[in-house]
């Protein structure tokens, strides 16, 4: 079943989860024996989250809240730790990550290391503003072409 893992580095991963045995494969993908939270941020889509990444001290994944963010189209709360994207099955089970979402996680994550590349010559005036700036870019790569 195909799912991608974002890394807190902004890197992304293919992944084939077994079908049985989707939840335990997520869980060691993500390095975590603890809670595993399910985010829906896309109708389509299950974010697969360490519960207790921020506890832990896990670094922010910027590539996954941007993505998030851009799919509830708000700027949310931080996500901590690696975090493995699925599809949703319409009853909320498990399911294989279709090409087009496939390709909106490739694009935000190539858009995050891109914009932090390019804050390092150009930093961002304040925090507020990084933010909007991201997050401005990611909802670009997730809405559908008019």
Same mark, same amino acid.
């Given at each position: 079943?195909?799912?991608?893992?974002?890394?807190?580095?902004?890197?992304?991963?293919?992944?084939?989860?077994?079908?049985?045995?989707?939840?335990?494969?997520?869980?060691?993908?993500?390095?975590?024996?603890?809670?595993?939270?399910?985010?829906?941020?896309?109708?389509?889509?299950?974010?697969?989250?360490?519960?207790?990444?921020?506890?832990?001290?896990?670094?922010?994944?910027?590539?996954?809240?941007?993505?998030?963010?851009?799919?509830?189209?708000?700027?949310?709360?931080?996500?901590?730790?690696?975090?493995?994207?699925?599809? =949703?099955?319409?009853?909320?089970?498990? !399911? %294989? +990550?279709?090409?087009? *979402? /496939?390709?909106? &996680?490739?694009? @935000?994550?190539?858009?995050?290391?891109?914009?932090?590349?390019?804050?390092?010559? =150009?930093?961002?005036?304040?925090?507020? !503003? %990084? +933010?909007?700036?991201? *997050? /401005?870019?990611? &909802?670009?790569? @997730?809405?559908?072409?008019?």
């Amino acid at each position: 079943m195909r799912a991608l893992r974002i890394a807190p580095d902004t890197a992304v991963r293919e992944l084939d989860l077994p079908e049985p045995g989707a939840q335990s494969a997520i869980r060691e993908h993500i390095g975590t024996s603890g809670a595993v939270d399910q985010g829906v941020y896309h109708r389509q889509t299950l974010l697969h989250i360490p519960g207790d990444g921020r506890v832990l001290g896990l670094a922010q994944n910027i590539t996954a809240w941007a993505l998030a963010s851009a799919w509830r189209g708000i700027a949310l709360y931080p996500i901590h730790g690696p975090v493995v994207v699925t599809g =949703r099955a319409e009853d909320g089970a498990v !399911a %294989a +990550l279709d090409d087009d *979402l /496939a390709q909106q &996680v490739q694009a @935000v994550a190539q858009t995050v290391r891109e914009t932090l590349a390019e804050w390092r010559s =150009r930093p961002p005036a304040s925090n507020e !503003a %990084a +933010l909007s700036e991201l *997050l /401005a870019y990611a &909802v670009r790569d @997730v809405v559908p072409s008019q």
